[in-house]
């Protein structure tokens, strides 16, 4: 079973600094997808950034942008001139797959990521 | 173009009684998926369907929940005889094709079971 890990239950920083979240997954598929996604307070999910695993270039959205190393299945975020509408919980997700290729998606259990003004 | 909507956004029931939860997809989306997500955690994927199928339920529990995306209407998600231990916001995504691409989330129904 694939499995997502998020070893950082909470993160601060200052407002205009950056910080990286951290994600670690484990998968035997050589061809996948990696997803960060955004829960405010309001709890609707947002897609933040994917990144497709064939593709050796870091995926960037804007002021968010990805460490994507697949041999240490490592999967980072890092968000730069940090804002305060930036608070929110952080979820790492891959696509599950089960014998009949389900394509649900795996969660880590969050990063909460306060902004400091 | 509208998101995915989810109603009703918040539930009441008492223990014993029966919680449906709709979720009507982004239009012309055809995947849609329920998740489960319990205080201070992330979500937890329960089924995944097509219309008028089940493709993979295997994070369903197997009594007293069912789901369905008929050909047309909402996906419902049936929770029977519900218990404390079910109270939690229940979360619909939708996706116009299966894996790689982005799943769309709707708000969220947030259950609690008296």
């Known amino acids: 079973a694939q499995t997502v890990t998020q070893s950082q239950p909470e993160m601060s920083v200052q407002e205009a600094e950056t910080v990286t979240l951290s994600c670690t997954y484990d998968t035997s598929e050589s061809d996948y997808y990696l997803f960060w996604y955004k829960q405010p307070p309001s709890r609707q999910m947002i897609l933040v950034i994917r990144q497709e695993a064939y593709k050796q270039q870091n995926a960037t959205e804007n002021r968010f942008s990805v460490n994507f190393q697949k041999a240490a299945k490592s999967f980072s975020l890092k968000i730069s001139d940090s804002q305060l509408g930036d608070a929110a919980m952080y979820f790492c997700?891959?696509?599950?797959?089960?014998?009949?290729?389900?394509?649900?998606?795996?969660f880590g259990k969050g990063t909460h990521l306060i902004i400091q003004p | 173009n509208a998101g995915v909507m989810q109603n009703p956004r918040h539930l009441v029931r008492r223990r014993g009684q029966e919680a449906r939860l709709r979720c009507s997809p982004v239009k012309g989306h055809s995947h849609v998926y329920w998740y489960r997500q319990l205080p201070e955690e992330g979500l937890k994927f329960m089924v995944y369907?097509?219309?008028?199928?089940?493709?993979?339920e295997s994070g369903m529990p197997k009594e007293r929940f069912s789901a369905e995306f008929p050909k047309e209407g909402p996906s419902i998600l049936r929770i029977q005889q519900v218990v404390r231990g079910d109270s939690a916001a229940y979360f619909c995504?939708?996706?116009?094709?299966?894996?790689?691409?982005?799943?769309?989330f709707g708000p969220g129904t947030r259950l609690t079971v008296l």
């Open positions: 995504a939708s996706s116009p094709r299966q894996i790689s691409d982005e799943q769309f």
């Open positions: 369907l097509q219309k008028e199928n089940i493709i993979d």
């Open positions: 997700a891959y696509p599950c797959r089960s014998g009949g290729g389900a394509d649900g998606l795996t």
